[in-house]
Structure formats: structure tokens, C-alpha cells
């Protein structure tokens, strides 16, 4: 079973985005366990990426959200994810800034840097865009329909 932490800056305050982060994690329990580790914000990022850098898990594969980072659709993101599982990886870690962006150490010590979008988002949506790419990541490599 692929292990996937979420690793970021704050927490989420609104109930109806942690409502919409729930079913998501809900739905890809079924294949893979998500679990959440977040730490606080500062008053730089450079602090921030120390207390990033900290919390990643040992002998995990980290992805850095990071507008720098390579751009992907959902296809090929599902390869990406399918690609490192048959390599036996199993533990990833998604690293996403804060309000303020993601210190450049921390994706300068990655295994990977991913751009979501070259819009920005709240680190709160970042979440919630990220889950639902898993899940749809997910239903891809499983063969299944993606219902929308």
C-alpha cells in the first residue's frame, strides 16, 4: 500500500475544506493511506523550510510543490506516481509552502519539484487540488472511470 503524507505549512481553519480534504483521503483509503503532518508558520519562509525539511519522513520520496517545478496532466502524473511504485517506492511526500511560498532550500533537496499550476492558490486549496490529482491518479493507474 503506497503511503502518501501530505506535508505543509498551517492548518486548515475552514470546515468545509477540511470536509472536502476528508473525502478525498476517505476515497483513496481504499488503495492508499494519506496522512497529514503540518507545522507552523513563521515569519519567514526560510523558517518555514527548516521546519519543512525536519518533518519530512525518513526514506521517503519527496516532491516539492514549487512553481519552478515540472508541469504535468493528470496522465502523466498518474505514470509519475505509477513509475515510482513499481521502482518500490513506498512513501511519498508532498511538501507544500505556506502564504508566502516555499523556501528554494526545499525543493533544492527534493527528488522531485512538481508545478501544479502556474496560477497561485491558497496553501489551503493547494491541498484540495492535490488530493483530488492523487485520487484521480489513483482511479487511472486502477483502470477505473473517473467520475466528474
Known sequence: MLKIT???VGTIK????RDAINDYVKRLS???KVSFTEVKECQSIGEEGALLKKAIPQGSFVVALDLKG???D???FAGFIDAKMTEGVSNVT???GGSDGLDRSVPE???FSLCL???TFTHQMTRLILLEQIYRAMKIISGEKYHK
Not at 475552514?14 to 475544506?17: A, P, V
Open 6 to 8: 501530505i506535508l505543509a
Open 14 to 17: 475552514e470546515k468545509y475544506m
Open 30 to 32: 481504499r488503495k492508499w
Open 70 to 72: 515540472k508541469m504535468l
Open 74 to 76: 493528470s496522465e502523466e
Open 94 to 96: 508532498f511538501v507544500i
Open 109 to 111: 533537496c527534493a527528488d
Open 117 to 119: 499550476s502556474k496560477m
